[in-house]
């Protein structure tokens, strides 16, 4: 019987030590917990808690029944059963025992840390039991007398990272290189940053770690350097707290746990032999705070020597036992003997060079704010876009200094993901209240396009009130941008006078109820915007200075990116436009961004930037490295965040594309207006042609190009019908095609017209239709609508020809307006009255491919409108309403018009 028992006595050992020995080695997975002979390099840091760190193992159990404690202070301790067996563990054992070691372990207060019991032989009576305190007891006796003796060992762990401080006495400190090295090497490469304070030069133990020194993540202070590694760990943790923890998380520990998401390195202060007592009362002070509020924030104490004046509270590693535990009887331990040295060199080299080597570059998701929209932006616009060596977090700020910025970088250097990641962090940490992104895409590709509500993604960011892609060609399109934005400017500053601010944010506080975001306007390809001499270079560079310059105090912020900002002369030429600038952003390979002298931009590794916030002088370089923001991984989430959360009545931004041709649609204009094709500008409104009773109300539309002459009468003709039809009249439509390749967009249109209840007449030549226009004319509104005007003007005998010339002239103030396509500029002016003739009975125009000094004759500027001819786009001039010629979309109709076989059906 007595055999039976001990069998399963003996197989209950058995299996409560592997229980203990998988908690163990879930705790202080591979680096943490692989003793030296094995060791090696590896990270087995996952979602869960930081691991616990082998020290050593627990001493044997020979120790005699009521053998003294091997610890003489203080009570919290390893605990024993009185016969000298270790028989519990600290909560991380426990749990583990219980099947239930993992998450909950790092929620718990941070010097409450885990313990493993240590190696055990003899006997247990019993399995583990789960105690109320949470640590297991075995609750029976032990017989080391019997033969079926089962000889267990088991690791003793101790808690740093995300859990406790820890004090090392000088007979332990053999155990220092070991614990660093495993805090080191067993999470991603660079998350364990050392501080090594060594008044008396006794780092020798550490020489070994020395390549992590120059990657930046160790670092020697002595004497002198105290104050400031105090005072900046101590500003670390305030930041922590603000920044990152934001009041939703209590720890960084908890942090991770939530979001499986690691912000921020551990930092390790190693306090060798310091002689605190002798240390003035601010280091004092310090010191004290980060023991209290260093943990939750990552900051961790490693205090080593036998200084009693020091942080006596602090968990305690001695050559024999450690006193972290919530214990009740101290439980010995055997020290591990240090890692070979070139086991520490080597692997401070892989880490170092892992580190160096862009590390895990941060994920887009670890930069942004836990909390949404919780920053103001009434000082300025805050936004981290990525790491810095050392691996603080980077930061992006625009306000009044820096207030605008140029980003450089060759294709595919990266600059489209930078302004993803920058606009990543300001969409997160600003609502759409605080701040407005006006984004624009000079280059071909889509990149913004995904800002903007699509088909395959409904989403758009909220605070995106404009975005134009593909803007190749449509330079006015920036033109029309930076005009939009000095009307703002204007408004802002009517606004701050009446208010009596000098600035944004006095505007805000004197006008509380007042909507005044913060704008950032981003260009990327700016330099297409400059690259011509020409009126719109011209235009813009003057926008721009205007901007530049009071955009500052009225928080109208400008980010310009480019491919070579070197080429751009309109900006070099201008050094006080570039003197705004402030903030610099080189990406590999960028010319010129920085100043002269600064070569930093030829060495930045891949994915990372130069941020240079002194325009570009090279003693304010910070290399940063990127997230990818641009993978849809990391974007689609995000943005879908940020529109779930969008305030009510949030409008989808405006999107240009100029691969698109807009389609005519079936929204009637205001009375008596005819609408042309879609305004290159920021409303992205209807060219609008207004056809009231007065002399010139004709148009004229110019050049070869059929397909688009003839969508623009049928715009034309079909809004101004739909404006009478909702308004409750109808009006006369006299058509007459004298270009067959347009014959059968006319009958559509005759259809379409008449469908909206129009009166169309068709007349097969000009004579016909200028015959007796003055007998058609009731004082309703009628159109004659002509397709090339030219092919039967020339024709005309010369009654006709005055006829049609009386009729251009004064059919407007009988309310029959001409709009006529001609195929050339001589052409109408020849059916005008020759070379002498004026214009006058032609107010409107609208030009395809017509080159600009060829519209000198019609055109306000002296040798015609600065005007490129180019696919679907017009020059439309209405000398009663406008300074200055604008390009204008012509629409397509095909969508209003019935199909060609519908209309040429015989039946
Ligand atoms: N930090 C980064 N991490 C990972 N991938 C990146 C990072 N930055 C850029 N990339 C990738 O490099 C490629 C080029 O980047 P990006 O399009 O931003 O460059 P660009 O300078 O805007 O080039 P282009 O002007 O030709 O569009 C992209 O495939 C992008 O996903």
């Known amino acids: 019987m007595t055999a039976t028992l001990e069998t399963r006595q003996a197989a209950a050992v058995r299996g409560g030590h592997a229980a203990a020995l998988a908690a163990a080695a879930a705790a202080a997975p591979a680096a943490a917990g692989e003793p030296w002979p094995a060791w090696r390099l590896d990270s087995g840091l996952g979602r869960g808690p930081a691991p616990l760190l082998r020290v050593g193992r627990i001493q044997s159990s020979e120790l005699p029944p009521g053998a003294p404690s091997p610890l003489p202070t203080p009570p919290t301790q390893l605990h024993a059963r009185s016969n000298g067996l270790p028989s519990a563990v600290g909560d991380a054992g426990a749990e583990a025992v219980d099947g239930s070691y993992g998450a909950g372990a790092s929620g718990r207060g941070a010097a409450d840390g885990a313990g493993f019991a240590n190696g055990v032989s003899g006997r247990f009576a019993s399995s583990p039991s789960l105690a109320p305190s949470g640590d297991v007891i075995v609750t029976e006796g032990y017989d080391n007398s019997g033969a079926a003796v089962t000889t267990v060992s088991l690791p003793a762990l101790v808690p740093l990272l995300d859990r406790a401080h820890l004090r090392i006495d000088s007979d332990a400190v053999h155990a220092l290189p070991g614990l660093l090295l495993r805090a080191v090497g067993s999470v991603p490469a660079g998350l364990v940053r050392l501080h090594v304070y060594d008044p008396e030069h006794l780092g020798g133990s550490l020489s070994a770690f020395a390549a992590l020194g120059k990657a930046g993540l160790l670092s020697f202070v002595g004497p002198s350097g105290l104050r400031e590694a105090l005072d900046s760990l101590v500003e670390t943790v305030r930041r922590v707290n603000a920044d990152v923890l934001a009041g939703e998380h209590a720890s960084l520990a908890d942090l991770a746990e939530a979001t499986g998401r690691r912000p921020e390195p551990w930092r390790v202060l190693v306090l060798l032999n310091a002689d605190l007592a002798a240390w003035p009362a601010h280091d004092q002070a310090q010191l004290a705070r980060l023991r209290r509020t260093g943990v939750a924030a990552g900051v961790h104490l490693l205090v080593v020597g036998d200084d009693t004046a020091g942080p006596a509270d602090l968990p305690r590693l001695c050559a024999t036992g450690y006193t972290g535990l919530h214990a009740k009887e101290p439980a010995a331990l055997v020290l591990d003997g240090p890692p070979p040295q070139r086991t520490v060199t080597a692997a401070a080299k892989a880490v170092a060079e892992k580190h160096r080597a862009g590390r895990e570059p941060a994920r887009l998701v670890d930069l942004l704010p836990q909390r949404l929209w919780s920053a103001s932006s009434a000082t300025g616009l805050t936004a981290a876009i990525g790491e810095t060596p050392a691996g603080d977090v980077a930061r992006l700020a625009l306000g009044d200094n820096p207030p605008h910025a140029l980003v450089g970088g060759p294709s595919g250097s990266g600059k489209t ?90 505007l805000r506080a004197a006008d509380p109820e007042g909507h005044w975001p913060r704008i950032v306007a981003v260009v990327d390809e700016f330099q297409v915007l400059l690259e011509a001499r020409d009126a719109v270079t011209d235009e813009a560079v003057q926008l721009l200075e205007d901007l530049a310059r009071r955009g500052r105090s009225q928080g109208i912020h400008l980010v310009l990116a480019s491919q070579d900002i070197a080429g751009i002369e309109a ?287 019609l055109s306000p500027a002296s040798g015609g409108p600065a005007w490129y001819p180019r696919e679907r786009r017009g020059l439309y001039f209405d000398r009663a309403r406008h300074r200055a010629p604008q390009v204008v979309i012509p629409y397509r109709t095909a969508a209003l018009l019935p199909q060609p076989a519908a209309v040429l059906d015989p039946s």
Not at 444 to 473: K, M, Q
Not at 592 to 601: I, K, Q, Y
Not at 780 to 786: F, H, K, Q, V, Y
Not at 809 to 831: F, K, M, N
Request: negative net charge; proline residues 6%; contains cysteine.
């Open 417 to 506: 993901n930078l302004l993803y990641a920058w606009i990543a962090g300001l969409a997160s940490h600003y609502s759409p209240d605080e701040l407005a992104l006006y984004l624009l895409d000079f280059k071909e590709g889509v990149s913004f396009a995904r800002f903007a509500s699509g088909r395959r993604d409904p989403t758009w960011l909220p605070h995106v009130r404009l975005v134009g892609v593909n803007i190749n060609d449509d330079r006015e399109f920036g033109l029309a941008l930076l005009r939009h934005l000095k009307d703002e400017l204007r408004r802002r500053a009517e606004a701050a006078k009446a208010h009596e601010a000098t600035k944004l944010e006095e």
């Open 571 to 857: 900006l070099w030429g201008r050094p006080s436009l570039v003197a705004q600038f402030t903030l610099r952003i080189a990406l590999p390979k960028a010319r010129r961004v920085l100043a002269e002298n600064n070569h930093a931009a030829d060495t930045v590794a891949r994915f990372h930037a130069v941020v240079n916030d002194e325009s570009g002088h090279t003693a304010a370089n910070t290399p940063v490295a990127l997230p990818n923001a641009g993978h849809a991984d990391a974007w689609e989430p995000l943005q879908r965040r940020l529109w779930e959360a969008r305030p009510a009545g949030n409008l989808p931004p405006a999107l240009f594309d100029g691969d698109l041709v807009p389609d005519l649609t079936a929204a009637a204009p205001p009375p008596e207006t005819a609408l042309l094709g879609q305004t290159i500008d920021v409303a992205a409104g209807g060219a609008a042609l207004a056809l009231h009773r007065a002399p010139g109300r004709n148009l004229a539309v110019l050049g070869t190009r059929a397909v688009e002459a003839a969508d623009i009468l049928a715009s034309a003709a079909l809004t101004a019908a739909m404006a009478a039809r909702r308004d409750g009249h109808r009006i006369g439509v006299d058509l007459c095609c004298l270009e067959p390749d347009t014959a059968t967009a006319a009958l559509a249109l005759a259809a379409a017209l008449e469908a909206e209840d129009a009166e169309v007449d068709w007349h097969d030549d000009l004579a016909s239709l200028a015959g007796d226009w003055e007998a058609r004319c009731d004082g309703a509104m009628r159109l004659n609508l002509i397709y090339a005007v030219d092919a039967g003007s020339a024709r005309l005998d010369a009654p006709g020809t005055a006829r049609l010339r009386a009729m251009l002239i004064d059919g407007p103030e009988r309310h029959l307006h001409t709009l006529g396509w001609w195929r050339s500029v001589p052409r109408l002016r020849e059916d005008l009255g020759g070379f002498s003739a004026r214009f006058d009975a032609v107010d409107a125009w609208l030009a395809l491919d017509v080159q600009g000094p060829e519209l000198a004759p």
